[in-house]
């Protein structure tokens, strides 16, 4: 018969592992940026259409007065060209904080790399020089002297066959 012997609680819990709390799903940077996009770009299609609406509650309250055909067409044409007018400037100030962080971009990330790589084809320049002077250049002198004796015996050997 089998005995079945009993492990006390303190031992049970060494033995077994304790299976860890399910952990909190950890968002990651990609996620956040995702959510951040989407939120601004619910906030620009929120602002759309309350543009959107006040230009068509304009349009009304104008076409519902009394004034003449060429006020009410003047009027509008004043609306629009102040509205054309403010998305530009919004356009501009967007280009130029846009050309903000280009400029920061260029002198804090494109140049140290670009002084970094100047360095590096500076080293490799010393090195194939310093190989040069001091490999290449004697092997090839070696070389031109072989072969000028190698000559020389064989006008010595002129008349000699092998």
């Known amino acids: 018969m089998e005995e079945k012997t009993e492990i006390p609680q303190e031992e049970a819990k060494e033995i077994v592992p304790a299976i860890p709390p399910a952990q909190e799903k950890s968002r990651t940077p990609?996620?956040?940026e995702e959510t951040l996009s989407r939120g601004k770009i619910t906030m620009i299609v929120i602002g759309v259409v309350l543009l959107a609406g006040l230009i068509i509650a304009a349009l009304v309250?104008?076409?519902?007065?009394?004034?003449?055909v060429t006020g009410r067409v003047r009027d509008i044409f004043i609306?629009?060209?102040?509205?054309?007018?403010?998305?530009?400037g919004v356009a501009l100030i967007i280009l130029i904080v846009q050309l903000a962080l280009l400029t920061n971009l260029l002198q804090n990330e494109i140049k140290p790399i670009i002084d970094s790589t100047n360095e590096t084809v500076s080293t490799i320049r010393g090195t194939a020089a310093f190989l040069s002077d001091n490999l290449a250049e004697p092997v090839i002198k070696m070389n031109e002297y072989l072969a000028y004796i190698k000559k020389a015996s064989d006008l010595l050997n002129f008349g000699k066959k092998k």
């Open 30 to 32: 990609a996620a956040e």
């Open 61 to 68: 309250i104008l076409y519902n007065q009394g004034a003449d």
């Open 79 to 88: 609306i629009f060209m102040a509205l054309e007018s403010l998305i530009i």
